[in-house]
């Protein structure tokens, strides 16, 4: 089965700090795509940032920045000067390039707490 | 505003109720997808349909039957609810160039 594995349920960071939410993947294709959803209690899925797997270079946006190890099968989220809006479930998904599949693969999610 | 509506956000079933969840989607996406979220559980994907006029299970498809009704539409029916389908329900339509997908604002179903 091709899965993605979120190995923290939990975590906690304090305000203005940094924290590393991680995120391993199986798969037996060469081109993929990799993402983090943000869902406040709002149940809203926000996509964080994305990371295409024929791509190097690790994809930034603002504060959010990845550690992506293909070799590895690893796709790590940091989030720099925490803020008290960051506080929400963060889920690592996969999905395979084009056509019928599309489907995406969600990991099952790490809660972060942000503490003032 | 352009996106991905769905109907009801919540809703309160018996055991053996039937109930249709609606989605609909402006963006003219050919793919939409419904998955269920569980605590501890990530989403799960029900049921997706590629294009137009085609559908095919998912990793959880028992107990759940879909409709593609046309390009924007694509319905979710339980058609006897029980108490393990209570969930959140997100139907979402993939965004295309590789951005993932667009997600309804999901629906609370509780089924007692």
């Known amino acids: 089965a091709q899965t993605v594995t979120q190995s923290q349920p939990e975590m906690s960071v304090q305000e203005a700090e940094t924290v590393t939410l991680s995120c391993t993947y199986d798969?037996?294709?060469?081109?993929?795509?990799l993402f983090w959803y943000k869902q406040p209690p709002s149940r809203q899925m926000i996509l964080v940032i994305r990371?295409?797997?024929?791509?190097?270079q690790n994809a930034t946006e603002n504060r959010f920045s990845v550690n992506f190890q293909k070799a590895a099968k690893s796709f790590s989220l940091k989030i720099s000067d925490s803020q008290l809006g960051d506080a929400a479930m963060y889920f690592c998904?996969?999905?395979?390039?084009?056509?019928?599949?599309?489907?995406?693969?969600f990991g099952k999610g790490t809660k972060l707490s942000v503490k003032p | 505003n352009a996106g991905v509506t769905q109907t009801p956000k919540f809703q309160v079933l018996k055991t053996g109720q039937s109930m249709t969840l609606q989605c609909a989607q402006d963006?003219?996406?050919?793919?939409m997808y419904w998955y269920r979220q569980d605590p501890g559980m990530g989403l799960r994907l029900i049921y997706y349909?590629?294009?137009?006029?085609?559908?095919d299970k998912g990793e959880v498809p028992n107990g759940y039957n879909v409709s593609r009704l046309n390009k924007r539409e694509f319905s979710l029916r339980l058609e006897s609810a029980a108490p393990s389908q209570t969930s959140v329900y997100f139907c979402?339509?993939?965004?295309?160039?590789?951005?993932?997908?667009?997600f309804g604002s999901g629906t609370r179903l509780t089924v007692v």
């Open positions: 998904a996969r999905m395979n390039y084009g056509g019928s599949q599309g489907n995406l693969i």
């Open positions: 798969t037996s294709e060469s081109d993929y795509y």
């Open positions: 990371q295409e797997a024929y791509k190097q």
């Open positions: 963006m003219n996406h050919n793919s």
């Open positions: 349909s590629a294009s137009e006029g085609t559908t």
């Open positions: 979402a339509s993939i965004t295309g160039g590789g951005y993932g997908y667009t």
